[in-house]
């Protein structure tokens, strides 16, 4: 059977073997910024998944922009060094392209750790004074950050660079740029959070001035021989808050600088937001910026049925489908999703054993998220 999610696709320079994308995952695992054993092994199992690419978790450019003392860096050359033995070791096992996610959590940092109820991380217990584009609080519990003025604008985009340079050393193939789920970019994108009265705030081409630099200065910084792309958030789903409209001038302008591809994703803005989700709730805000703009899009939300992700590719609503949960479910997602849909992926040699074309106790295997 030919499949469209199974087709290849060219990010820049990178060659995808199929539309499936592992998307980004926190795991606040991490030492001083610095990838871990957890890293080593959480990551390696997707080596063997047959993804088209590999995203890693949302990665903070300093130290200060780190959402939890956990999060991964890439601000330090003992953050660049820990990496790298995971990315070789992936690299040494596999020809799937692998990239990360470069992020700031401006508001939204030093926080406790998700499974510690993520409230602010007090300076006694370790905590920073976290950044924003304006001195407004996550929510009424914590801190207002502090405004950052040119200087640390200036800062903040040299230290994405900087990160964009070691991801380049350490041989990673594609960069993400997080301006959504309510980090610092969204923050300066967003009228909710950007209360800027400076020719960083106001307007939409205002509000867009700053990641837009932030995305021109990595896109110098970056070998076009690779892929660069961003994660945008489809709208902020608050009442005066960034709309659809936003999301596609943002996309726009992103191509014109030259990125390869937008995700189109949804996060939290505003502490406690819930969001209407089903499956493929997002995909009619990436179909609209995908057929408005041209950029190849990257669509998301709850998609763990392959049917679905089939369909999105083969109507041209999309590109390409990421998928976080999903992997965390079954990291085989892939090949069960070819089986699913008539396409015959070879498996590894040392993996044959369990090719459903030869394993015997295949048809009685449990039933999971992808049984028909």
Request: proline residues 6%.
């Amino acid at each position: 059977m030919t499949s469209s999610l199974f087709s290849p696709i060219a990010l820049g320079g990178v060659t995808l073997q199929n539309r499936a994308v592992i998307s980004p995952m926190c795991q606040y695992s991490a030492e001083d910024g610095s990838a871990s054993d957890w890293h080593m092994v959480h990551l390696g199992q997707f080596a063997l998944s047959g993804a088209g690419l590999l995203l890693i978790e949302a990665t903070a450019v300093e130290a200060v922009g780190r959402i939890t003392a956990g999060c991964l860096g890439l601000y330090s050359d003992a953050n660049e060094a820990a990496l790298a033995c995971v990315i070789k070791v992936i690299k040494n096992v596999t020809a799937m392209p692998i990239g990360i996610q470069l992020a700031h959590a401006g508001r939204k940092g030093s926080s406790h750790l998700a499974w510690a109820g993520g409230g602010e991380l007090l300076p006694g217990e370790g905590g920073w004074p976290t950044v924003a584009p304006s001195p407004l609080p996550y929510d009424s519990g914590r801190s207002p950050p502090q405004t950052l003025d040119r200087v640390g604008m200036d800062r903040v985009r040299d230290a994405f660079v900087a990160a964009a340079r070691r991801a380049d050393r350490i041989g990673l193939d594609v960069i993400e740029i997080h301006s959504a789920h309510g980090y610092l970019l969204h923050q300066f994108l967003s009228p909710l959070t950007n209360r800027r009265e400076d020719d960083y705030g106001g307007s939409r081409d205002a509000r867009m001035r700053f990641p837009l630099e932030v995305a021109s200065a990595i896109r110098a910084a970056w070998p076009r021989g690779k892929a660069l792309g961003a994660r945008i958030n489809a709208a902020d789903f608050v009442e005066g808050g960034a709309t659809l409209e936003d999301a596609v001038a943002y996309a726009a302008a992103l191509k014109e600088i030259g990125l390869d591809y937008v995700c189109v994703s949804a996060g939290s803005l505003i502490r406690g937001q819930t969001f209407d989700a089903h499956p493929g709730y997002l995909l009619p805000y990436a179909e609209e910026v995908h057929r408005r703009t041209g950029i190849t899009t990257m669509g998301v939300g709850l998609i763990v049925d392959p049917t679905l992700a089939e369909a999105a590719i083969a109507s041209g609503r999309v590109d390409l489908i990421a998928m976080a949960r999903a992997f965390l479910d079954d990291p085989r997602w892939v090949y069960h999703a070819a089986e699913r849909l008539g396409v015959r992926l070879e498996p590894w040699p040392q993996y044959q054993g369990a090719d459903p074309q030869r394993w015997k106790g295949a048809p009685f295997r449990p039933g999971h998220a992808l049984a028909a």
